[in-house]
């Protein structure tokens, strides 16, 4: 059993793989700069996604976030839009089950290379009201958010994918 996973080990070492991240992270840079283009119709999940974004290249990238000035690159990011739609209803044909739907625009400028690339990303996620058919406040910064992350894992993934 030992000798099979080290056969396995060996051979998943040995074929190159890198995850996607490094791909991106090759692309980014080492310092990066977040400029937000504020929605005047959804300024809090615009905020929000700024957050998200510095987080996500922090945490997945393992790079910094750092001033225009000393950037490698310099993505821009903006929330197209936000809408919600009914899944499911109740036997009384309120809604109960709700898709949040996210659009956000994501546009990276790498100054080594002086090449920008533009994606629309999309996100969603699915949520249940329980007893309720009315989107509280919470609950709907909560399913934006989560889609929020969906779309920001798909600029990941684009980014490592283009630079291939």
Known sequence: MIVRFLIFAFLFVGCGYKPISHYTKEALGEKIFVELKVDARDSQNSVELKDELSRAVFSRLQSQITDKERADSIVKVKLDSVS?????????????????????????????????????????????????????????????????????????????????
């Open 84 to 164: 919600f739609s009914a899944l499911a209803e109740n036997t009384t044909g309120f809604a109960t089950f709700y898709r949040c739907n996210v659009v956000v625009e994501f546009e990276y400028f790498n100054k080594a290379t002086q090449k920008t690339r533009t994606f629309l990303k999309k996100g969603y996620y699915n949520f249940s009201l329980n007893d309720s058919s009315v989107i509280t406040d919470s609950a709907r910064l909560d399913a934006i958010n989560k889609a929020l992350l969906q779309a920001i894992d798909g600029f990941v993934s684009q980014v490592g994918v283009d630079t291939q």
